[in-house]
């Protein structure tokens, strides 16, 4: 990993974890490049959205089922599906985090 220092100077440190085997979009987000997602800004503000809409607590009004298809539709156009089958712990963990950000 590489920072500067108060001086402007460059300081070097060992990786934490080995790259060996790791995939792109992984050490695209490790700390060698620091990316928050291996995706375009675009598609990741649309991912974040329809989460938020998918894991919303309560009903969704008409105005939202609306704006859900839409993200879907225009997740399916990037040839990008969500799956709702995730196991009961893995959802929570989800509306849990929507709701603290």
């Known amino acids: 990993m590489i920072a500067k220092n108060l001086n402007g100077l460059l300081n070097y440190d060992h990786p934490h974890r080995n ?54 539709n225009s997740l399916s156009e990037l040839s990008l599906t969500i799956s709702e089958r995730r196991d009961e712990e893995y959802k929570e963990f989800l509306r849990q985090k929507i709701k603290d950000d």
């Open 19 to 72: 790259p060996r085997g790791q995939g792109v979009a992984n050490l695209l987000t490790s700390e060698f490049f620091g990316l928050p997602s291996s995706l375009d800004l675009y598609t990741q503000e649309i991912m974040d959205e329809r989460l938020k809409l998918a894991y919303k607590n309560g009903e969704l009004d008409d105005d939202e089922k609306q704006r859900l298809k839409e993200l879907n």
